[in-house]
């Protein structure tokens, strides 16, 4: 089965759409790349978006707008995968959507609101599409989060050692093979939204790690930043700008300082908060994808902070970092598509595994394969 897969991350930059042929031989699921390509949010749609991210309180008018207008960019992205990545053959969208609100209060997560209306890319594709993933485990009592660990799970089954998946977003998660999973914090979120502010929003992001490289770490700030409760909180446990977010860094105490300091600060928190994330599980390797990854200065003080831990980009063993989620949920919608399960309940927190998401058909309605005999146990790429 062609598969698009569509994600927008935390850092809400653009929309990944990454193509993939995905069939079940046996006891694994094997997944032959077929590539990915961006398209950026124009600007005044990015603009709206952060205007409506927490703490800002908005009308519904404009969660109306936001969700068409996502759902007409996710639209156009899948669009273009099929027509440059699938020659037009591809049978499947998986929607990822938006996150603009993780409900999570006192250790549970009570609900969670992806925006991004699949008819847009059901009308626009003519093909069937899953979305709204992450309700379904909420509602069988799971964090809704890292939804991408199951496919973690299946693609670093059997490598030598103890090697977790770690995802630097705007949010950062890991996968232990165990099935343990959680958001270790922010990734990008509060390095991203001190750029901005500092920038009196000329810079949506520390690009390259540049001004975190030019600072100094300021260590009261630090030992602040530090102190958060939700470090200590046991897994699973998910997160998001419902807590890390521009206000969050003004209560924090950042006025007065060089931004430069305040990047470099930020980042080593980043790095110091996913390193003791990785030693808690005993991990022996790291497979790093996101856009962190991208970010030299950050990648630099993770490596020297988990000393003898191979730190690694997934581009090494054959998923491109910028596009893992997207080929993560076209894995996912496939699972859901053959009446399998998309969930690990251990790394959720759900009672039970779950087939995730709501289905809109295409326009020659809804026929879905067989449904699968049984559950793949490893995840091979082609």
Not at 118 to 140: K, M, Q
Not at 189 to 204: C, I, K, P, Q
């Given at each position: ?13 653009a ?34 978006l ?102 973690d ?25 165990d099935?343990?999973a ?16 500092f ?39 998910t997160?998001?700008?419902e ?14 300082l ?19 994330a ?105």
């Amino acid at each position: 089965m062609l598969v698009i897969g569509l994600m927008s991350g935390t850092s809400y930059d653009a929309v990944d759409a990454a193509a993939a042929e995905l069939r079940l031989d046996g006891d694994a699921l094997v997944l032959k790349p077929l590539g990915t390509v961006s398209e950026p949010y124009d600007g005044a749609l990015r603009e709206l978006l952060a205007a409506a991210l927490p703490p800002a309180a908005v009308p519904l008018a404009q969660v109306c707008r936001l969700d068409t207008r996502i759902g007409q960019a996710f639209a156009a992205a899948a669009v273009r995968a099929d027509r440059e990545l699938c020659d037009g053959r591809a049978e499947l969208v998986a929607s990822h959507g938006q996150t603009v609100y993780h409900w999570a209060d006192g250790g549970r997560v009570h609900g969670t609101l992806q925006l991004g209306q699949p008819a847009w890319i059901a009308e626009a594709t003519g093909l069937p599409v899953v979305a709204d993933f992450r309700p379904r485990d909420v509602a069988a009592g799971g964090q809704g989060a890292p939804l991408v660990s199951l496919v973690d799970l299946l693609w670093l089954r059997g490598r030598a050692g103890t090697p977790v998946a770690l995802n630097i977003g705007g949010i950062a998660n890991l996968t232990a093979p165990d099935g343990t999973a959680f958001d270790t914090g922010p990734g990008c979120a509060l390095t991203d939204a001190a750029a901005w502010e500092f920038s009196g929003g000329r810079l949506a992001y520390d690009a390259d790690g540049a001004l975190a490289a030019r600072g100094r770490v300021h260590g009261p700030l630090l030992d602040r930043l530090l102190a958060e409760p939700y470090y200590a909180r046991p897994a699973p446990k998910t997160t998001g700008k419902e807590l890390f977010h521009s206000g969050y860094l003004r209560a924090a105490g950042v006025d007065g300082l060089p931004a430069e300091d305040v990047l470099a600060t930020l980042t080593e928190l980043t790095a110091r908060t996913v390193a003791d994330a990785v030693r808690s599980v005993g991990a022996t390797e790291v497979v790093a994808s996101g856009g962190g990854t991208r970010n030299p200065a950050l990648m630099a003080m993770l490596r020297h902070r988990l000393p003898g831990v191979a730190v690694r980009v997934s581009d090494a063993l054959g998923l491109p970092s910028q596009a893992k989620e997207a080929y993560a949920f076209a894995v996912l919608g496939f699972l859901t598509a053959h009446g399998l399960a998309g969930t690990e309940p251990v790394s959720t927190g759900a009672r039970h595994p779950s087939i995730l998401g709501s289905v809109t058909p295409g326009r020659d309605g809804l026929r879905l394969p067989p449904p699968a005999r049984r559950a793949p146990v490893r995840l091979e790429l082609e």
